[in-house]
C-alpha cells in the first residue's frame, strides 16, 4: 500500500533529511565523495525511519521554532556551565571544610507557564540538563524539581529559565 504524502509531512522530511545530513556533515569533516554519499544515505534511512514509527510531526521535528532555537541554546549552554562550575565549587569547598556542608537538597515545585508540551517538555529537560538541578516530574502547569541547594532552587523560581522558555516556545 502507498500512501500519498500531504505537504506539511513532505516539508518534514525534506527539513529532517537536510538537517540530519547538514549535521552529519558537521561532524564528520570529511568532504569525499565515499563520505558525502554515505551521508546521504544514512540521513535517508534515518527519515524513512521516522516515517514509518510516524514521529515525522511537529513535535518530533519542531520546524516551527526556526533560528529562535540558538539563542537559547547559547543561553542554556551558559547556564549549564555556570552551574557546572558552582556544583564543583559546592563538591570541593565541602570535601575541605570541617564545619558542616552546603549541600542542602531541597525539593521544591515551579510553576511552568508554556502552553505547550513541546514547551513544557523542553523546560523540564533544560532544568535537568543544568547541574544541580532536577525534574522529577510534570503536573499540569507544575514541575517538581529537586535542587542540591536552596540557591539553585530559588534561582529557578525567579523564573528567567521559564520566560526564556516561553519565549523560545512562541505561542506567549
Request: overall charge neutral.
Amino acid at each position: 500500500m502507498v500512501r500519498k504524502l500531504s505537504g506539511p509531512h513532505r516539508f518534514y522530511r525534506l527539513t529532517l533529511g537536510a538537517s540530519l545530513f547538514l549535521f552529519w556533515l558537521l561532524l564528520s569533516g570529511q568532504y569525499d565523495i565515499l563520505h558525502i554519499v554515505l551521508g546521504i544515505a544514512s540521513s535517508l534511512i534515518i527519515v524513512w525511519v521516522a516515517e514509518r514509527l510516524q514521529v515525522l510531526d511537529w513535535e518530533g521535528h519542531p520546524t516551527h521554532l526556526g533560528l529562535r532555537v540558538f539563542p537559547y541554546w547559547f543561553w542554556l549552554s551558559g547556564k549549564v556551565m555556570q552551574a557546572n562550575f558552582h556544583v564543583v565549587w559546592l563538591i570541593l569547598k565541602d570535601l575541605f571544610q570541617r564545619n558542616g556542608s552546603e549541600l542542602t537538597p531541597v525539593e521544591g515545585r515551579l510553576s511552568a507557564h508554556q502552553k505547550s508540551h513541546l514547551g513544557k517538555t523542553t523546560y523540564a529537560n533544560s532544568i535537568t540538563l543544568t547541574p544541580g538541578t532536577l525534574t522529577l516530574s510534570i503536573e499540569e502547569n507544575n514541575i517538581k524539581v529537586h535542587a542540591l541547594t536552596h540557591e539553585a532552587l530559588e534561582e529557578l523560581r525567579q523564573g528567567e529559565m521559564d520566560k526564556r522558555v516561553t519565549q523560545f516556545e512562541g505561542l506567549s
